[in-house]
C-alpha cells in the first residue's frame, strides 16, 4: 500500500509561483507511478501531470504545459508540482495519487487506474 499526502498548496497571485508537494509512505511508492490532479469548484476532477516510477516519462495536460513541471525524490519518497505563472483558472483543491502498472503514458489521466490518494491541498489564486 501507498499513503499519500499532500502539502504547500496556499494563496497567490496571479503571475505568481507555489511547489506542491506529496509526501508517501510505503515501499510500493518506489514502484509506483504518479499523478497530480486538480478539482475546482463545481468542476469534475481533471489530470495535470503525471511522472513514471522511473522518473524516465513526464506527462503534462495541455492546461499547465510549459508552466508546471512535475518530479520526484525516490531517497525522500515524495513527489513534487512546481507550479509557476499562476492563473486565477488554477485554482482547485490538488491532490496526488499513485498507481502501478506499465504503459503509463496510456493511462495516466484515468483517475480509476490510481487505487491510493492524497487528502488535497488547496490552491488559490487571486487576479
Known amino acids: 500500500q501507498v499513503q499519500l499526502v499532500e502539502s504547500g498548496g496556499g494563496l497567490v497571485q496571479a503571475g505568481g509561483s507555489l511547489r506542491l508537494s506529496c509526501a508517501a509512505s510505503?515501499?510500493?511508492?518506489?514502484?509506483?507511478?504518479i499523478g497530480w490532479f486538480r478539482q475546482a469548484p463545481g468542476k469534475e476532477r481533471d489530470s495535470v501531470a503525471g511522472?513514471?516510477?522511473?522518473?524516465?516519462?513526464?506527462y503534462y495536460s495541455d492546461s499547465v504545459k510549459g508552466r508546471f513541471t512535475i518530479s520526484r525524490d525516490n531517497a525522500k519518497r515524495t513527489v513534487y508540482l512546481q507550479m509557476t505563472s499562476l492563473k486565477p483558472e488554477d485554482t482547485a483543491v490538488y491532490y496526488c495519487?499513485?498507481?502501478?502498472?506499465?504503459?503509463?503514458?496510456?493511462?495516466?489521466?484515468?483517475?480509476?487506474?490510481?487505487?491510493?490518494w492524497g487528502q488535497g491541498t488547496q490552491v488559490t489564486v487571486s487576479s
Open positions: 510505503g515501499r510500493a511508492f518506489d514502484w509506483s507511478n
Open positions: 511522472i513514471s516510477w522511473s522518473r524516465a516519462n513526464e
Open positions: 495519487a499513485a498507481g502501478q502498472g506499465q504503459s503509463f503514458s496510456a493511462w495516466y489521466t484515468d483517475q480509476n487506474k490510481y487505487p491510493y
